[in-house]
């Protein structure tokens, strides 16, 4: 099994200058820049004007080339048009026989095609701190558009089979899966690969396409300032990965790179989401993938990774993601894909749950039949509406609910005082309680407890029967021991007549 990086070209920062005054007339200093399967040279000329000197791998075919110039220039053109900032992304320069693609020969005799672009300012994504939620939204509007501009863009060598195109996620990784050397490691890859050949591959043919830059790593993405403190997203290089697929993947790539390191990684994702949205709407079906597509990506990178590093393990560039990529997938796989997936619904300011519609008609059409769920009829019966909240007279110094015999004899004195059948604890009412780790959410600021009470509380005496107001079927059972926890637990799944569960 070879890897790319084996036929990537080896010239040295004076080859680079010798390249740059025979091909381009310029005299420069060069410094060699990180790259994965190319060579890639920042060259600084006398007037201070700068560049970058990109020799491709001996394996790259010229039309892949070209369909990155003719991106980037069709890109500047849109940026001209739409008078906006034409420095998002590098201009082509030519050689001095005026082509756009050149090339020269290298001392193991190969011959390399060779292009000069402008060097764009900025500095990259990952050294950038913090990532705030408006760098993160600025993020998304800017590939949002992206996309936009490139929609009426084509070239024929975008219709390829690419390695590290998405939609071959599922072929290309059972292929590499065995040269990652951790078991865990391997297995929790397996996870992903399983869920998204299930789920998400089968619907891929049925979601938009167009031609993605599909590299937009935090290397990649570059930033500049905004004022004394801030950040904007200003340029995006490395158009060596471009491809014709499955729009979305753009997002997917996006959302995976800048989820690295991040404390809570699906709210940076959401941001990102919310940004693109705003300025290339996003459909239902390519928001139900988007998760999926997202954890693909990394996995891609882990597996690439493991096969280009036997062939060059001196290459620590090859690696750089690496750990981030494996801390963030075991964060990703404690997260439930449905979570994912509402969460960026909601971020488009769609109902997060897409059934939602449906199901609430259902529940009205059909709240005549709901049984009782005590045995008094909560719509007749002498009520107790209690006080649970931050400001609560009735809990008083007990407000945080530690003492829990302490509370359970403040609420039943007050509906034994009030001698009614039931106390009811209000929705959306802020309370005290949640103080215990699992009500805590770590944020990249701080952490957070919650606060908001999000369902309705029943009170009845020990023993009185509980009865399930539809039919349905027990989807969990759990006694939930932790302090402050919920205890026993059960929940119940029905369904509305065209067999939605809910």
């Known amino acids: 099994?070879?890897?790319?990086?084996?036929?990537?070209?080896?010239?040295?920062?004076?080859?680079?200058?010798?390249?740059?005054?025979?091909?381009?007339?310029?005299?420069?200093?060069?410094?060699?820049?990180?790259?994965?399967?190319?060579?890639?040279?920042?060259?600084?000329?006398?007037?201070?004007?700068?560049?970058?000197?990109?020799?491709?791998?001996?394996?790259?075919?010229?039309?892949?080339?070209?369909?990155?110039?003719?991106?980037?220039?069709?890109?500047?053109?849109?940026?001209?048009?739409?008078?906006?900032?034409?420095?998002?992304?590098?201009?082509?320069?030519?050689?001095?026989?005026?082509?756009?693609?050149?090339?020269?020969?290298?001392?193991?005799?190969?011959?390399?095609?060779?292009?000069?672009?402008?060097?764009?300012?900025?500095?990259?994504?990952?050294?950038?701190?913090?990532?705030?939620?408006?760098?993160?939204?600025?993020?998304?509007?800017?590939?949002?558009?992206?996309?936009?501009?490139?929609?009426?863009?084509?070239?024929?060598?975008?219709?390829?089979?690419?390695?590290?195109?998405?939609?071959?996620a599922g072929r290309i990784l059972p292929q590499y899966i065995g040269l990652i050397k951790d078991a865990d490691h391997q297995q929790l890859v397996q996870q992903f690969i399983d869920r998204y050949q299930a789920a998400t591959e089968p619907r891929l043919p049925n979601l938009r396409t167009s031609v993605v830059h599909s590299d937009g790593n935090d290397y990649n993405v570059l930033a500049a300032p905004d004022g004394p403190w801030h950040h904007q997203i200003s340029g995006v290089i490395d158009f060596g990965d471009m491809v014709h697929t499955q729009t979305i993947n753009e997002v997917a790539i996006v959302c995976a790179y800048a989820m690295l390191d991040k404390i809570d990684p699906l709210s940076a994702a959401k941001t990102i989401v919310a940004g693109y949205h705003q300025v290339f709407?996003?459909?239902?079906?390519?928001?139900?993938?988007?998760?999926?597509?997202?954890?693909?990506?990394?996995?891609?990178?882990v597996c690439h990774a493991a096969n280009q590093y036997r062939h060059e393990p001196d290459n620590q560039y090859l690696r750089i993601s690496e750990q981030p990529a494996w801390e963030l997938l075991e964060k990703l796989a404690d997260i439930h894909p449905n979570l994912a997936h509402y969460t960026f619904r909601h971020a488009c300011k769609l109902p997060p749950v897409p059934q939602f519609e449906s199901v609430s008609a259902w529940l009205r059409q059909n709240s005549v039949n709901f049984g009782p769920i005590v045995d008094d009829d909560l719509r007749t019966a002498n009520l107790s509406v209690l006080d649970l909240s931050v400001g609560s007279l009735l809990l008083g110094s007990d407000g945080d609910g530690a003492d829990l015999a302490a509370v359970t004899e403040k609420i039943f004195r007050q509906i034994k005082a009030a001698d009614v059948a039931v106390g009811i604890g209000r929705y959306n009412e802020a309370r005290l309680v949640y103080t215990s780790e699992q009500f805590k959410t770590r944020t990249e600021e701080m952490a957070e407890h919650r606060t908001v009470h999000l369902g309705i509380d029943l009170y009845k005496s020990s023993g009185a029967p509980v009865y399930a107001p539809l039919d349905g079927k027990v989807h969990s059972l759990a006694n939930n021991t932790a302090p402050l926890d919920y205890g026993p637990t059960v929940i119940l799944e029905h369904r509305t007549g065209q067999d939605e569960p809910f």
């Open 1 to 168: 099994m070879s890897s790319i990086v084996e036929h990537a070209p080896k010239f040295s920062e004076h080859d680079a200058v010798r390249i740059a005054k025979d091909l381009f007339a310029l005299e420069v200093s060069a410094k060699l820049l990180p790259s994965e399967r190319d060579q890639n040279f920042h060259l600084t000329a006398s007037n201070d004007q700068a560049y970058v000197l990109k020799i491709a791998n001996s394996t790259e075919l010229e039309a892949v080339l070209d369909l990155q110039n003719q991106a980037m220039i069709h890109i500047r053109d849109k940026c001209r048009l739409m008078q906006q900032n034409i420095s998002v992304a590098p201009q082509v320069c030519l050689s001095v026989r005026d082509e756009p693609i050149t090339s020269t020969r290298g001392d193991d005799g190969a011959t390399y095609f060779v292009r000069l672009l402008t060097y764009l300012p900025g500095k990259p994504l990952a050294l950038v701190k913090p990532h705030s939620p408006k760098l993160m939204i600025g993020l998304g509007q800017f590939f949002g558009n992206l996309s936009q501009m490139l929609q009426d863009f084509n070239h024929p060598a975008a219709q390829r089979d690419f390695h590290w195109d998405l939609k071959n």
């Open 281 to 301: 709407p996003l459909t239902e079906p390519e928001l139900a993938v988007l998760f999926d597509l997202i954890c693909m990506r990394l996995c891609m990178s």
